[in-house]
């Protein structure tokens, strides 16, 4: 899938350094990343999938939750994770997406094939579905709401987690949940809040996936939110390629690059790496289950940096 097709591609910015940082130490205690874009081509030399997950595992990353957008990525992601034992797979409507396919007329349609999509092996979550304030203007929103509720549903109805996209929008994403109900298993990807709504979550028995931007020095917001979160709800995820870790800011972002992340928080917790990957691994097969079950297809030739067709993913 090209990265402009994504809606949340990448921006890109003269003079940016566009090569991969270099592999990190690997962690004793392996992790899972909670939230990935691997079908979004970046970098001077983008990587396929497998390589992403190649280099992921070679670091301590044990496998990753590949995160739909739209119903091509979702489609993707559901297909993929089907024949790739390191990936499971999320599908949704992303907020931003919400009002064009309502604009279109196939919102209804597009919220139907993500519930199909739901019911198939390996797809482990609804997401990422939410509210976001800061790039759907006031038109837009109703929308959002409507299809966010939707995801809800079908997050419910088939018994998987709840991925959440969040911006700008922390009343009302909260709001939603308690009025609607939240799933069981419902995760705030990207946590993006203060201490306070981490209390407000931690009441609720709700996650929060903590991701590169937590090593920024001016997330102080976030390091104060993991300070007061119990460590039983605690996630990490990278959300590649956006929010590349400290020290690498802004060069593209990778599974393989988690490890930076869970050692900043350990870091900031003052606890050790190890009991921190420990607890994080544990938090996130309750969440989603274990990634060992075999693939449910054989091995194909899909490319992250390839446009797939309706007809190749169905």
Not at 57 to 81: C, K, P
Not at 169 to 178: C, E, G, P
Not at 251 to 275: G, K, Q, S
């Amino acid at each position: 899938m090209a990265s402009e097709a994504h809606p949340r591609a990448r921006e890109q910015t003269s003079g940016r350094d566009l090569s991969y940082p270099p592999l990190p130490e690997p962690l004793i205690v392996g992790v899972y990343d909670n939230h990935t874009h691997l079908e979004i081509s970046d970098g001077d030399n983008p990587l396929d999938y497998r390589e992403h997950l190649d280099r992921a595992s070679s670091v301590g990353v044990r496998g990753v939750i590949q995160v739909g957008g739209d119903l091509e990525t979702s489609r993707w992601s559901a297909e993929t994770a089907a024949a790739e034992p390191r990936l499971l797979a999320a599908v949704a409507i992303h907020p931003n997406e919400a009002p064009v396919y309502e604009a279109a007329g196939t919102l209804d349609d597009a919220l139907a094939e993500i519930a199909e999509l739901a019911g198939r092996p390996r797809v482990v979550a609804v997401g990422e579905t939410g509210l976001d304030f800061f790039r759907t203007p006031e038109e837009g929103r109703a929308a959002q709401f409507r299809s966010f509720e939707a995801h809800i549903e079908i997050a419910k109805e088939n018994g998987l987690a709840l991925q959440i996209h969040d911006r700008d929008a922390h009343f009302d994403v909260i709001r939603t949940l308690l009025r609607v109900g939240a799933p069981e298993r419902t995760v705030f990807h990207c946590y993006s809040g203060d201490a306070e709504m981490a209390r407000v979550c931690a009441d609720n028995g709700w996650y929060l996936s903590f991701a590169g931007n937590v090593t920024f020095k001016n997330a102080d917001n976030l390091r104060a939110a993991l300070a007061v979160a119990p460590r039983r709800l605690l996630l990490a995820e990278t959300d590649a390629p956006f929010l590349t870790p400290m020290p690498y800011r802004g060069r593209p972002n990778a599974p393989y690059l988690l490890p930076h992340t869970i050692r900043a928080m350990a870091a900031y917790l003052e606890t050790d790496t190890t009991v921190l990957a420990a607890q994080i691994s544990s938090n996130t097969e309750l969440v989603y289950g274990r990634w060992d079950a075999e693939p449910v297809t054989a091995p194909h030739e899909l490319h992250n940096g390839a446009e797939p067709s309706h007809g190749d993913l169905a």
